[in-house]
């Protein structure tokens, strides 16, 4: 496996973390006992997002057509469907699988390297995956709310998610030439195709909110609930935190 000095730098930043720890009764309650210094990365990720992340997300959703944006998309999903088909089969989810790893071929090849969804028209729907829900569907409990500079809300769970999921990817063991540049490539156009598709409903949100921390980490906790349970989050716009 490739080392990957983001997912260390996070490690690091959650054992840090733990030792500025609040007796605060609320933020307990809420399963935040870290929450002090989770405040002060969340306004750090806030200022980087409105200074970097939200002005290029914009102009990248002027500049570029829909339709390329959407091909974008369609690729960066198709090249996660290892990732989601190894955490379907871990669930034992096998009709979830079998939709995965159909669309995967489909879209590969018929779809032109996953740059069209061919496998939705032909009524296969694609689903997200990823090994924190594995782990929360096994009873794995959340830990303590974690926010972490430039990665936002990441909880134990999901943390250690994100890391699996790296060792998921057939990608992280290829080597060849330029392939270094291929996953800082790939990486920075899941952020920016991301950030782009969330522009409208984050301010919303942001707009609206009284304190913008507390909401972003309800809403985080109760789309995970969701994708953990199999059902709905609550709002289908909600954001990818």
Not at 31 to 48: H, K, M
Not at 72 to 92: M, Y
Not at 216 to 233: C, D, E, F, H, V
Request: aromatic residues 8%; hydrophobic residues 40%; negative net charge.
């Amino acid at each position: 496996m490739k080392f990957n000095p983001a997912l260390l730098a996070a490690f690091c930043a959650s054992l840090l973390v733990s030792a500025c720890a609040t007796k605060d009764p609320e933020a307990i309650a809420q399963n935040d006992p870290w929450e002090p210094t989770n405040r002060a990365i969340f306004d750090f990720d806030i200022q980087v997002d409105h200074a970097v992340a939200r002005p290029v997300a914009k102009f990248y959703r002027s500049a570029v057509p829909q339709p390329a944006r959407e091909g974008i998309h369609n690729a960066l999903t198709n090249l996660n469907s290892p990732v989601v088909f190894t955490n379907d089969v871990l669930q034992g989810d096998a009709g979830k699988a079998t939709d995965t790893f159909g669309r995967f071929i489909i879209n590969s090849t018929v779809g032109v390297a996953g740059l069209v969804d061919i496998a939705a028209k032909m009524g296969i729907p694609g689903h997200d995956n990823d090994f924190g829900i594995t782990l929360g569907k096994a009873g794995a409990s959340e830990g303590s709310y974690l926010v972490l500079p430039f990665a936002g809300p990441k909880p134990p769970r999901d943390l250690v998610g994100t890391g699996v999921d790296i060792a998921f990817d057939p990608l992280t063991y290829m080597s060849w030439n330029n392939s270094t540049l291929y996953m800082m490539v790939r990486t920075g156009l899941g952020i920016l195709d991301e950030r782009a598709a969330n522009i409208d409903v984050v301010q919303q949100i942001e707009r609206s909110s009284i304190d913008f921390y507390a909401t972003t980490r309800s809403l985080y906790r109760q789309n995970r609930a969701a994708q953990i349970n199999g059902g709905k989050a609550p709002d289908e716009n909600l954001p990818n935190f």
